[in-house]
């Protein structure tokens, strides 16, 4: 006889399948008896989560591993992903908060900020949204077409995003055997005549928001050496951090491995103290100006002297907003929606980045998942919404076609079929594709 289940009470619709969505979800169904709330996980894409699968770069697959636990969180007990669902377009915010107790917004920040710098809309510029999105397969960007065919690439911030590119860009294609860069980005960088590619930090390396193991690995690259101007990195480790001394070691190592005969074809430049002021060119990228820099109490001043740096490519590596919701309030400064400890009104919350702006690792999304969490259960009464059954209903009535687990395993399945060699997957990129495999009848 099966199990009899628990009617749920409480409903909650979360925005967004990615790591932040996913650990409320979880934060949430767990808080309760098991039952007790039911949680639909939405998300525009037909692939849940989010980051994951579109942000962590093709050749860390060990950090993919964390998509196991949120795998587990769909078996909960009446916690379901929902995909191809887009809030804004499919459904309104409006429609949400008649159908669920409560809406979290697990949506991210899936937007480049800008330089705000002269001719940034020149071909051959793009921000890190969108270039790791190429590469990453995402649905978006896989028609983006970045002109590979350069010698010299500048990648502009001081973050591990600046170190996933640069690194993507110079390993080779056997260092990336194991990954699951995108089919269509493989011949474009493998077959790259890239020579140099030129990471610039407005502050010092000491400054920079490297990690050591992301630092560690620019030292390690097959057909790369990466390169520091020694003058710029202190004598000796005191008052820094573990983390500067853990990278300060990093940035030695490059400086010691840099004798002539080890030199090998492509160089990545660290350059520090160098601010971008313009780009140049008449059609297409020829150059990026810089501008030397100095810290004036901890504040980065210009010099006034200027380089400028030769290159057919840049990708600004310098931090991500969310993109504005219809009624919800947004903090432009900061780029994310305006928020009070994750209360942005009642029975509307949010998390993760569109919480905090983009930072930390997805690590770093569980305190926010276990506070939006506690604060539901402590401001919103159960009020006999639909939750579920009134979002299949009006997917119904709106011709929606709905993507489920079940239908999000196939379309897994049907990439892993595809993986060719050591590739994990070969990614779909094409969301028609996707909704074709999740059509295949797998059984037959
Ligand atoms: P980030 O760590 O905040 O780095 C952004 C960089 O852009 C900083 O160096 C910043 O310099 C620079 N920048 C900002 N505005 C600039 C401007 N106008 N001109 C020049 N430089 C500018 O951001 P991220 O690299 O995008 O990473 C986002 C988050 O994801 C981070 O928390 C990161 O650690 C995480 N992440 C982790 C991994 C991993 O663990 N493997 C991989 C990728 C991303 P200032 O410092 O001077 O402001």
């Known amino acids: 006889m099966p199990q009899e289940q628990n009617v749920p009470s409480l409903m909650v619709a979360v925005v967004g399948a990615g790591p932040s969505g996913y650990y409320a979800a979880e934060t949430l169904a767990k808080l309760k008896a098991p039952g007790e709330i039911a949680i639909d996980i939405l998300d525009r894409l037909p692939t849940p989560y989010g980051l994951i699968r579109a942000g962590v770069a093709p050749d860390h697959q060990s950090i993919k591993n964390v998509s196991a636990r949120y795998e587990k969180t769909n078996a909960l007990e009446h916690v379901r992903f929902v995909g191809n669902l887009s809030l804004g377009s499919d459904v309104t915010l409006s429609d949400l908060m008649d159908l669920y107790d409560a809406v979290i917004l697990a949506t991210g920040a899936g937007k480049d900020r800008m330089l705000g710098l002269q001719h940034e809309d020149l071909p051959g510029i793009y921000g890190s949204a969108q270039f790791v999105g190429w590469y990453n397969a995402h649905p978006d960007y896989k028609d983006l077409e970045p002109n590979l065919n350069v010698s010299s690439v500048a990648v502009i911030g001081n973050g591990n995003v600046a170190l996933d590119v640069a690194r993507v860009l110079a390993k080779t294609a056997e260092e990336m055997a194991g990954s699951d860069l995108a089919a269509h980005a493989e011949a474009p960088i493998h077959s790259s005549p890239v020579r140099d590619i030129h990471i610039l930090g407005r502050r010092g390396p000491m400054d920079a928001s490297f990690t050591p193991k992301e630092l560690t690995e620019m030292t390690k690259l097959v057909n790369a050496e990466s390169v520091i101007d020694a003058t710029t990195l202190p004598a000796g480790d005191d008052g820094l951090s573990t983390v500067q001394i853990k990278n300060l070691k990093a940035y030695r190592q490059m400086r010691d491995s840099a004798a002539p005969d080890r030199l090998k074809p492509l160089r990545v430049h660290l350059h520090s103290y160098r601010r971008p002021v313009a780009f140049i060119g008449d059609g297409a990228l020829d150059a990026i100006r810089v501008e030397k820099t100095r810290l004036t109490e901890g504040r980065v001043a210009g010099t006034g002297e200027m380089l400028d740096i030769p290159v057919g490519l840049a990708v600004t590596c310098i931090g991500y907003k969310s ?64 939750g579920r059954t009134g979002l299949d209903a009006l997917a119904t009535e709106r011709g929606l076609k709905l993507v489920t687990f079940r239908d999000w395993k196939k379309i897994e399945a049907l990439e892993e079929e595809r993986a060719e060699g050591d590739h994990p997957r070969a990614k779909l990129a094409d969301i028609d594709a996707m909704l074709e495999a999740v059509d295949t009848d797998t059984a037959s």
């Open 323 to 386: 993109a504005p919701l219809e009624d919800v309030p947004y903090d432009r400064r900061h780029g994310h929606f305006s928020n009070e400890e994750g209360l942005i009104r009642p029975r509307l919350y949010c998390t993760g980045w569109a919480r905090r702006g983009p930072t930390g690792t997805i690590g770093t999304n569980k305190p926010d998942a276990a506070d939006v969490s506690n604060r539901i259960l402590a401001e919103v009464t159960p009020s006999g919404k639909p």
